[in-house]
């Protein structure tokens, strides 16, 4: 929930209660042409929620990689396993479904859950898979999931999370407090997780291109593609129905 709602404002405030200080750590991937969204990985800080148990959650169903270490951090581990059991099974699929030669180029920054000599770790199968890391301190001028997708991403979540606010207060006795305190969990954060990266358009994904590799944009039109959601003036509707105490300026500089 944005900071400047009256929610987590009012939790600074409140004695004895504990604010919410959930976290966890995503990460996305996706291909130049926009049409390869990769199953993105998520850690979290618990292995096992309770709220698995009782929405009856298997882990190995879910649209993202679960992870999990008391920190929510991506660790080299994490990391090399996502290649091997998502990132390489999911591109070399695709290539051959679309008669491409069985080669790609993941492209990282220098974050230290990427580790370097990654290749040494790639699987025999997957071999074809070469590394480029990015120069330090590019990541906000090269890194195409910085060009946008990120905050992309981020706008379609808080425009999720704000609606599915909006409906179950709509529809039910609960204040939005009582809602956020009491009913909002990891499992909820899950679908909309995953309908926020569905929700990413291609020409999205392809214009974060334009620094690293112009050509690869040059050569689309966008013709036909999707239009653009007014994402955040969506949110600034959904925050108006439900009374919240924010303008727009707030909210623009939230989610941006």
């Not at 929930?1 to 209660?17: D, L």
């Given at each position: 929930?944005?900071?400047?709602?009256?929610?987590?404002?009012?939790?600074?405030?409140?004695?004895?209660?504990k604010p919410m200080k959930d976290r966890l750590t995503l990460a996305l991937c996706a291909n130049a042409s926009g049409d390869c969204k990769i199953k993105p990985m998520l850690v979290y800080d618990s292995e096992n929620p309770r709220t698995f148990k009782s929405h009856k959650i298997l882990k190995e169903?879910?649209?993202?990689?679960?992870?999990?270490?008391?920190?929510?951090?991506?660790?080299?581990?994490?990391?090399?396993?996502w290649v091997n059991l998502v990132f390489g099974p999911s591109v070399k699929k695709y290539l051959q479904e679309n008669n491409l030669p069985v080669q790609a180029l993941l492209v990282l920054d220098n974050a230290p859950a990427n580790p370097p000599n990654l290749e040494d770790d790639i699987l025999e199968e997957f071999r074809f898979i070469k590394v480029l890391y990015l120069p330090p301190n590019t990541t906000p001028i090269l890194q195409p999931m910085d060009q946008q997708v990120i905050s992309n991403f981020k706008n379609l979540c808080t425009k999720h999370l704000f609606r599915r606010c909006f409906e179950v207060t709509e529809n039910t006795n609960l204040t939005l407090r009582e809602y956020w305190k009491d009913?909002?969990?990891?499992?909820?954060?899950?679908?909309?997780?995953?309908?926020?990266?569905?929700?990413?358009?291609?020409?999205?994904?392809?214009s974060a291109w334009k620094k690293l590799w112009p050509e690869s944009v040059a050569e689309r039109t966008f013709e036909g593609f999707e239009p653009e959601v007014p994402v955040k003036e969506e949110i600034v509707s959904l925050k108006k129905s439900m009374g919240l105490v924010m303008d727009e300026r707030v909210t623009v500089n939230y989610i941006t």
């Open positions: 929930m944005p900071n400047r709602t009256y929610i987590t404002a009012e939790e600074k405030i409140m004695p004895g209660h169903k879910l649209k993202i990689m679960w992870r999990a270490n008391p920190k929510a951090w991506v660790t080299r581990q994490f990391f090399v396993q009913h909002f969990n990891i499992v909820i954060c899950l679908r909309i997780i995953d309908q926020a990266w569905l929700s990413v358009t291609t020409r999205t994904l392809t």
